[in-house]
């Protein structure tokens, strides 16, 4: 206990360790604050992919609607369009 005394008896290992506690603790950008917006970066950077994906999709989609083909079967299978004299049944399993 002595020996470490002697440690804080020096002024400058005194200011350095009170800057250091200082920094990362009591700063406005402290370690809680680093770690709390790497969260949220990554959490973005996940979200940011699904978007990247989803929109890709929808590129594909779109190029697919330029054809009147592929215009009928996208109404038909995902917007569930029909023509006059058809009827549609929708199985849904839970």
Same mark, same amino acid.
Do not use: G, P
């Given at each position: ?17 009170? !800057? $250091?506690?200082?920094?990362? $603790? ?5 370690? !809680? ?10 959490? !973005? &950077?996940? &979200? ?5 994906? @989803?929109? /890709? ?17 996208? /109404?038909? &299978?995902? @917007?569930? $369009? ?13």
């Amino acid at each position: 206990m002595i020996k470490h005394m002697k440690y804080f008896k020096n002024k400058f290992i005194l200011t350095t360790c009170l !800057f $250091f506690i200082y920094i990362l $603790f009591l700063d406005d950008i402290d370690i !809680f604050t680093i770690i709390n917006q790497n969260s949220k970066l990554s959490h !973005f &950077e996940l &979200e940011k992919s699904e978007v990247s994906k @989803k929109l /890709a999709r929808t590129k594909l989609t779109l190029k697919k609607l330029k054809y009147t083909s592929e215009l009928e079967n996208y /109404a038909r &299978e995902e @917007k569930l $369009f029909k023509r006059d004299n058809e009827e549609i049944f929708v199985i849904s399993y839970e």
